[in-house]
């Protein structure tokens, strides 16, 4: 429900997911939010602040993106991240391959920004699983998760970190001829810039205005996230 926005830290605001949290293991959290929102940190910050005897297994739905490869023969290499390039099979069905024992977790790159096989491991069951990245909007992973958490911010402080995340893999990329940021290079900085805020603007702007955004809606839990990291609590 909606509540009065206020101030919210990250151990608060784990201790009101724990508690809205069944008992069955694991207790399956989904994180969500648009794309350099920050969901892979505040994950693990999350993750961090549980109680000391609880498992907890953090794993990215990146790991169920389909290969670029297939994306493209698809038609959708400009469509990363949006619905239409998961395995949502697969994905939604983790919980309950969890539920029944270890599980192998593909592995995905940002870097190389494709699935990688070097990056695959194994978890054993945990006592809750937080989920976090794309793909929970539409039948899915979304009907598995027990608690949806939407991590929301203004679209000018997304593209800037957006931004500020493409720079720096664009600038790592000059001793790192394998990273897909390296085609890139030939590139000046104000070009690698201007790319950017394209690319922000015709991918991943529209996928967050056109799918993200409508696990908003739906999502238990909706923090707000300011341009100085700072968290709010919208609705509880």
């Not at 001829?177 to 702007?205: D, K």
Request: net charge negative.
């Amino acid at each position: 429900m909606p509540v009065p926005p206020c101030p919210i830290a990250v151990p608060a605001l784990t201790g009101l997911i724990a508690a809205r949290l069944p008992a069955r293991q694991p207790a399956v959290i989904g994180l969500t939010g648009s794309v350099a929102a920050g969901k892979s940190t505040l994950a693990t910050a999350l993750a961090a602040a549980f109680p000391v005897a609880s498992n907890v297994a953090v794993v990215g739905t990146d790991a169920w993106l389909l290969p670029n490869a297939e994306l493209e023969a698809r038609g959708l290499a400009l469509k990363k991240g949006f619905p239409e390039s998961f395995d949502a099979a697969a994905l939604a069905a983790l919980p309950a391959a969890l539920r029944a024992g270890p599980v192998t977790i593909p592995g995905y790159s940002h870097r190389v920004y494709d699935v990688d096989p070097a990056l695959a491991r194994r978890i054993d069951p945990p006592d809750v699983l937080i989920l976090e990245g794309l793909g929970f909007v539409g039948p899915g992973i979304a009907d598995q998760v027990d608690l949806l958490v939407y991590l929301d911010a203004e679209p000018d402080d997304l593209e800037h970190w957006f931004l500020a995340r493409f720079m720096a893999y664009w600038h790592a990329a000059a001793d790192d001829p394998a990273s897909f940021y390296a085609r890139f290079r030939s590139m000046t900085e104000p070009e690698a810039e201007a790319f950017g805020r394209m690319v922000w603007a015709t991918i991943n702007r529209p996928n967050l205005d056109n799918h993200i955004i409508q696990a908003r809606e739906t999502a238990h839990i909706v923090v707000r996230k300011a341009r100085d990291h700072s968290l709010t609590l919208l609705r509880a």
